[in-house]
């Protein structure tokens, strides 16, 4: 196959690549910077329409709120034109090209509820400025004929830390971890690894729709950091839960920059996948969420151990 990866010296873009070309297919790359065949920016219609015809288009591009670079004024333009414009401009350019067309969304696309368990048959809608334009770039996705939209949970691997990283660092300082919230409901999480595995084996059937990506048995907050102790050797951890009413106060205050209204939801309600699809079409997730959350620690441990002049607790 000729697939071109967009977003590819990102995160899921860059495992995307590897699974590809490890495969023997004929992979071209593409992101705003980064060691790729085509640098540049998919908001910019010209170069996007100079993009190559293949038989897949996998769309990994797209801002986050960890994103670098996000300002802390205009951020709905922000959004607005790297997720949504970029989008628009790549659906018109593979729209009647006969391209199987991949996009990666989000699993805060779903209306959340706290239900126990989200499908793809579930309510949607954006909750936050990001999972807003996630759902607007989805329209221009749902017009083209046969396309399959990805829904991750929250992607674990090396190299993604997010909350895990003060997780580890107050666990090994102060032998306590302090969390927003009640911290016993699940929250999905999902292997880097594993979502890249699905996004190949929907290309490879051509499958179309929607396909969930979550690995299995769920953790909540306080089982992750059970987890993480086991995995490093700290006994005794002290969890401390802080009320989340006034955090969501100040978050709403800042204009939900301290933490996105996404974060504060997944903090206060379950957020759990159902994969049968995926499944249906024969992807078998390989990492459970108390793997990714060990491997994840061990590797923030090892790169704060590895700094000059830091010992491993410091």
């Known amino acids: 196959m000729r697939v071109l990866i967009t977003g590819a010296a990102g995160f899921l873009g860059s495992e995307c690549v590897k699974q590809f070309k490890a495969r023997a297919h004929d992979v071209t790359t593409t992101d705003r910077t980064g060691p790729v065949?085509?640098?540049?920016?998919?908001?910019?219609?010209?170069?996007?329409a100079s993009l190559p015809n293949v038989d897949v288009v996998v769309?990994?591009?797209?801002?986050?709120?960890?994103?670098?670079?996000?300002?802390?004024?205009?951020?709905?333009?922000?959004?607005?034109?790297?997720?949504?414009l970029a989008a628009k401009n790549l659906c018109e350019r593979y729209r009647f090209q006969g391209s199987h067309f991949i996009h990666v969304g989000t699993s805060m696309m779903y209306r959340q509820t706290g239900q126990d368990q989200y499908?793809?048959?579930?309510?949607?809608?954006?909750?936050?400025?990001?999972?807003?334009?996630?759902?607007?770039?989805q329209a221009f996705v749902d017009t083209v004929p046969g396309?399959?939209?990805?829904?991750?949970?929250?992607?674990?691997?090396?190299?993604?830390e997010g909350l895990f990283r003060g997780f580890v660092n107050m666990m090994t300082k102060f032998g306590l971890v302090a969390f927003p919230g009640?911290?016993?409901?699940?929250?999905?999480?999902?292997?880097v690894l594993d979502v890249a595995s699905l996004i190949y084996r929907v290309a490879e059937t051509r499958a179309a729709g929607f396909f969930n990506a979550a690995d299995p048995d769920?953790?909540?907050?306080?089982?992750?950091?059970?987890?993480?102790?086991?995995?490093?050797?700290?006994r005794h951890v002290r969890k401390i839960a802080i009320?989340?009413?006034?955090?969501?106060?100040?978050?709403?205050?800042s204009g939900y920059r301290l933490l996105a209204r996404e974060q504060l939801l997944m903090l206060e309600l379950q957020h759990v996948l159902s994969i049968d699809e995926s499944l249906a079409i024969g992807w078998r997730p390989q990492f459970s969420n108390a793997r990714i959350a060990r491997d994840i620690a061990v590797h923030i441990n090892r790169s704060a151990a590895a700094r000059p002049g830091l010992s491993r607790s410091e």
């Not at 769920?218 to 700290?234: H, K, T």
């Open 147 to 160: 396309a399959a939209t990805i829904i991750p949970c929250i992607i674990g691997g090396e190299g993604r």
């Open 37 to 48: 065949d085509l640098p540049g920016d998919l908001a910019d219609a010209t170069f996007t």
């Open 119 to 137: 499908d793809i048959h579930s309510r949607m809608g954006g909750e936050g400025v990001y999972s807003r334009s996630k759902m607007a770039a």
């Open 182 to 191: 009640h911290g016993n409901h699940k929250i999905h999480m999902v292997h």
């Open 59 to 84: 769309n990994c591009a797209a801002v986050q709120y960890v994103t670098k670079g996000v300002p802390l004024l205009f951020r709905k333009s922000f959004f607005e034109r790297n997720n949504v």
């Open 243 to 253: 009320p989340l009413l006034p955090v969501k106060w100040i978050s709403s205050l």
């Open 218 to 234: 769920p953790l909540s907050i306080r089982q992750w950091i059970d987890e993480i102790s086991a995995e490093l050797g700290v």
